[in-house]
Structures are given as C-alpha cells and as structure tokens.
C-alpha cells in the first residue's frame, strides 16, 4: 500500500475526517474513496452481529464449502 502523509494544508482542505469521503479531479473523474482509520474496521467487511443473533446462527445447518461446491455443480 502506498503511504502518503498529509500535512496541515492538505489536512486543512479535507472536511471532517470521522466519516469516509470520496476524491476527485479538477475534471470530476473519481480518484478513489478515503476511510478514516476509525471507520475502516466497519468497512473492511467484518460482521457486526448482535448476541440474540449469533445464537439464532447457532441453530443453522453448517456447510462446507466443498459442500456447497458440489451442491452448485449439481444444479442444471
């Protein structure tokens, strides 16, 4: 990953650093999105589930994934 260190004037032209925000061009070409460290494990995918939750996904039926492979090529 590539570092780059914002220093106060760049850091003066961003708003408010707690939420993402999205970069672009002079042109409105999207350079990319921007997460702030605070965010970022909410973003990265990880699962947010509550207790009740979790022990409803306890009673689930469990599948393996060369399970569910074979089940896929099993389909017409």
Known sequence: MTRIVVNEALRGLLPDLTRPLE??????RMLG?????????????EPQFSEEELRQLENE???????????LESLP
Do not use: K, M, Q
């Open 23 to 28: 970069l672009f061009d002079e042109t409105g």
């Open 33 to 45: 999105h921007f997460v702030p460290a605070a965010n970022a494990v909410e973003l990265r995918g």
């Open 61 to 71: 039926p469990f599948y393996t994934t060369a399970e569910v492979l074979a089940y």
